[in-house]
């Protein structure tokens, strides 16, 4: 066949291209590089407390007193748009008698008290959480959300929200309730959080999402403590979901929260996953190694472990340490995407067997 008066190739992309047309072809590059997986979105990176701290305090003489805006400082990784491609974790700060006003979105959000006390209060859909020192509470997507500083300290706390995610499948909503705060629930019984109990009302219908959750720490604390001594993940140690009371599942449909414990002198095996995660470290020393870039870290600091990168946790001192972290997960699953190399340790390990049961009979 003559191709005499036929263009080049690279002519006839150009001439598609003005057509608004692409050759598959041209993916094929693509293609190649993501043999064996994704390049990790984002790089590993750790913030210091003491840096967002004073940064925080700053904040707090230039952003005024009362606010729509929040007065939150978001990590951003030098090498995506958010802390991961998919979450942004930062810090907020209100002095004593500040109000964070009244506002919803899609987005997910949690909240982790790091200085807090009674009188720190997120109101859920009418309902106040209060934020003692590492409590967390839940303001899932759609729910109206404010926060109230009745101490007489400034506190701070943790955002977490799954901005990357909502804004890449491009369902950003967004709503100010246009006053301070938003009205709280009068009658205690009808609290949507107990709807979510051990004990629920039979007359009414189910109530499956978008619950007002607080997790107050003391349990968590707790169940952490009946459980150091069992071998948990190689992985990630003895790490617990906060679990979604009503589905056993995930946290939020998009975000899950894990509190991790890592024994003195443990180290863990390195793997990884398609998930990312964000991390604060509420006490203890530590290494978390991703990607070969050692992350060394020391109570209230963050970091970030981007998705597919290799990483393992080393705690060399001699006391234990505590992550909490989150990760997108339950959103990668949801879609089946949701892959652990050298293997799957999500989910994977039997449930310990009933003692009678061990027994050879
Ligand atoms: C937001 O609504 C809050 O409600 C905190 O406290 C941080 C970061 C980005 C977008 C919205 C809050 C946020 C945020």
Same mark, same amino acid.
């Given at each position: 066949m003559s191709t005499v008066g036929l263009p080049t190739l690279r002519e006839f992309d150009t001439e598609l291209e003005a057509a608004? !047309? *692409?050759?598959?072809?041209?993916?094929?590059?693509?293609?190649?590089?993501? +043999?064996?997986?994704?390049? =990790?979105?984002?790089?590993?990176?750790? &913030?210091?407390?003491?840096? +967002?701290?004073?940064?925080?305090?700053?904040?707090?003489?230039?952003?005024?007193? #009362?606010?729509?805006?929040? *007065?939150? !400082? #978001?990590?951003?990784?030098?090498a995506t748009r958010g802390t991961t491609h998919t979450m942004n974790m930062g810090m907020q700060m209100l002095k004593p008698g500040e109000v964070a006003w009244a506002h919803r979105h899609t987005m997910s959000a949690l909240r982790f008290a790091i200085q807090g006390g009674p009188g720190l209060v997120t109101? +859920?859909?009418?309902?106040?959480?209060?934020?003692?020192?590492?409590?967390?509470?839940?303001?899932?997507?759609w729910t109206w959300h404010d926060h109230h500083n009745g101490t007489p300290e400034n506190v701070v706390w943790l955002d977490? !929200?799954?901005?990357?995610?909502?804004?890449?499948?491009?369902? =950003?909503?967004?709503? #100010?309730?246009?006053e301070e705060r938003q009205p709280e629930?009068?009658? =205690?019984?009808?609290?949507?959080?107990? *709807?979510?109990?051990?004990? *629920?009302? +039979? &007359?009414?219908?189910?109530k499956k999402t978008n619950f007002p959750f607080r997790y107050p720490w003391q349990g968590v604390e707790r169940q952490l403590q009946r459980m150091a001594d069992v071998p948990g993940s190689p992985y990630d140690g003895v790490v617990l979901r906060y679990a979604n009371p009503v589905t056993g599942g995930s946290t939020m449909p998009t975000l899950d929260c894990w509190a991790q414990l890592l024994r003195a002198g443990q180290q863990t095996e390195a793997h990884q996953h398609t998930s990312s995660a964000v991390y604060f470290v509420v006490r203890g020393e530590g290494i978390t190694v991703v990607d070969g870039v050692e992350l060394e870290w020391g109570p209230h600091d963050s970091f970030v472990v981007p998705n597919w990168s290799k990483h393992h946790f080393i705690n060399r001192s001699t006391e234990d340490a505590v992550l909490f972290s989150v990760n997108d997960i339950p959103a990668l699953q949801a879609l089946d995407l949701y892959y652990e190399k050298p293997e799957l340790s999500v989910g994977t390990s039997p449930v310990p067997p009933v003692p009678a049961n061990i027994r050879a009979r």
């Open positions: 608004n !047309l *692409r050759g598959q072809w041209l993916y094929d590059e693509v293609l190649e590089s993501v +043999v064996g997986g994704p390049k =990790p979105a984002g790089v590993p990176f750790l &913030w210091r407390w003491e840096e +967002v701290y004073a940064k925080l305090l700053r904040s707090c003489d230039l952003l005024p007193e #009362s606010f729509t805006a929040r *007065r939150n !400082l #978001s990590f951003m990784n030098p109101v +859920v859909d009418g309902e106040p959480c209060q934020m003692e020192d590492y409590d967390l509470v839940l303001t899932p997507s977490v !929200l799954d901005i990357g995610l909502v804004l890449g499948l491009n369902v =950003p909503f967004y709503e #100010s309730y246009g629930r009068v009658n =205690p019984g009808e609290h949507l959080a107990d *709807r979510g109990g051990l004990l *629920r009302p +039979v &007359w009414e219908q189910v």
